[in-house]
């Protein structure tokens, strides 16, 4: 059978058709399959950290009630009704990560039954030692039954913990496999294309040589090819959520720029976009130093300036403290400085002065505190605010957990207060917070040096 001209043009277009839909599938597969492995990591690193804060703090239970079996005092106490609390915060935060797999939930249950089980023994040490004395309490003690409910707790949540590292591993593994075949399957499309629009362009020239210029030809192909390569970098580009705070801000400081403002205005304003700009750069550096830190336990800490910490975070969220017309009052005179992860603190400052703007009192110009204090072997630092404030009554308990928000408001997400707590005990320090509403909230933190 012999192809006319028009029959192998035909033939052409309907190969880069074919190529184009097969390949685009291809390429959208893989894509959604690393969202997929994302999320899956998201949950298991999650889950991971979650375990980790339960048996830390079944540990401090125990260690409270044997405390108090000991020296009769108090306070230990109220370490074990706080330890009590917070440990129940924690498994109700591990069951929010909607684990539909029916062996983890068995093994939530399992861990929970075995911490219930631990309390009421912890309990029974702690009445002994009020009705019969030290004695009887020590006895109770080396019977040995609180040590084997400990080690069947450590044991659990050690094989729930593989399991979830063992998972994590495989996710990332699956994600590398699935980004290296996307990037391989995009080559092919751009060769692939490359050369069927090449024999194309060779077969449409030959038919249309006579009645369309050449450069018209050239042009049509060239956007053609520009608009694929377009739609391709747009399906696989990645936003990250850690800049869009600097984003954010350099869109706030490019509204406010008046083209017929004096010269000193028009400096201010490229000044603080320059800031903005060092800022994201340095973010980035951030971002790659946190990823180089996942696999490592052992954190760098580092003198860091409390007011230089503010000023970059200040920095970052010019745009809305401009236009919310934002004031600070900062004390750091008793306490400039103090030893910890650069990141981590730049994370803790940014949440909570990013909270303290987006739910100010739209009837009131926000006022933020800032003061740092110094004692025997703590630093404490606290960010009140002018806000809304929050109803402890009401969300007392619920307001550092997963995915909680009090206020309706397009960008609370009711992660950055759970991150932050996280963030603060992972080097021994506590949160609080006291709030009113309609009056504001006031947030310390202590940090063990």
Not at 104 to 124: A, C, R, V, Y
Not at 130 to 149: D, M, P, T, V, Y
Not at 228 to 235: A, E, G, I, S, T
């Amino acid at each position: 059978m012999k192809f006319t001209l028009k029959n192998k043009i035909d033939l052409t277009f309907f190969a880069v058709a074919i190529t184009i839909f097969v390949l685009i599938i291809n390429v959208y597969n893989r894509a959604e399959a690393v969202k997929e492995n994302r999320a899956s990591i998201y949950q298991a690193s999650t889950v991971n950290a979650l375990l980790e804060k339960v048996l830390s703090t079944t540990i401090d239970i125990e260690t409270s009630a044997r405390g108090y079996a000991i020296t009769e005092n108090p306070i230990y106490l109220d370490v074990f009704a706080l330890k009590k609390k917070d440990v129940n915060t924690w498994i109700d935060s591990l069951r929010a990560m909607k684990v539909d797999n029916n062996n983890e939930t068995l093994k939530l249950d399992t861990i929970e039954d075995l911490i219930l089980t631990k309390i009421t023994f912890s309990d029974s040490t702690i009445l002994e030692r009020k009705r019969n004395g030290l004695e009887s309490a020590a006895k109770l003690i080396e019977l040995g039954q609180g040590k084997q409910i400990m080690d069947s707790i450590r044991n659990v949540i050690t094989k729930y913990q593989e399991q979830q590292i063992n998972l994590l591993s495989n996710k990332l593994k699956q994600t590398e496999d699935n980004v290296t075949t996307r990037d391989f399957l995009f080559f092919c499309f751009v060769s692939l294309i490359s050369i069927l629009i090449f024999i194309a362009y060779f077969f449409i020239r030959k038919a249309v040589k006579r009645s369309v210029e050449q450069e018209e030809i050239q042009k049509s192909l060239i956007e053609e090819l520009s608009l694929q390569n377009n739609q391709l970098n747009d399906f696989s580009s990645i936003i990250s959520h850690n800049l869009r705070a600097p984003a954010a801000n350099i869109t706030m400081l490019i509204d406010t720029f008046d083209e017929n403002g004096d010269k000193e205005e028009v400096k201010t304003v490229f000044d603080m976009l320059r800031k903005v700009s060092q800022n994201l750069n340095e973010t980035l550096s951030h971002l790659i130093d946190i990823i180089s830190l996942k696999g490592n336990h052992k954190i760098v800490r580092e003198n860091v300036k409390f007011e230089t910490v503010l000023n970059k975070t200040r920095d970052n969220l010019q745009g809305e403290i401009l236009q919310k017309e934002a004031t600070f009052h900062v004390n750091c005179s008793d306490a400039p400085e103090m030893n910890y992860p650069v990141l981590y603190l730049e994370s803790i400052f940014h949440n909570l002065v990013s909270n303290a703007l987006k739910y100010a009192d739209p009837n009131r110009k926000p006022v933020i505190t800032i003061t740092t204090q110094k004692t025997h072997n703590s630093i404490t630092l606290s960010v009140q605010d002018n806000g809304l404030g929050i109803d402890i009554n009401k969300y007392g308990s619920k307001i550092f957990g997963m995915n909680k928000v009090f206020h309706h408001h397009p960008d609370a997400k009711g992660v950055g207060l759970f991150m932050t707590k996280m963030q603060v005990e992972r080097f021994g320090g506590k949160i609080s917070v006291k709030s009113e509403v309609n009056i504001g909230t006031t947030f310390t933190i202590i940090f063990n040096q």
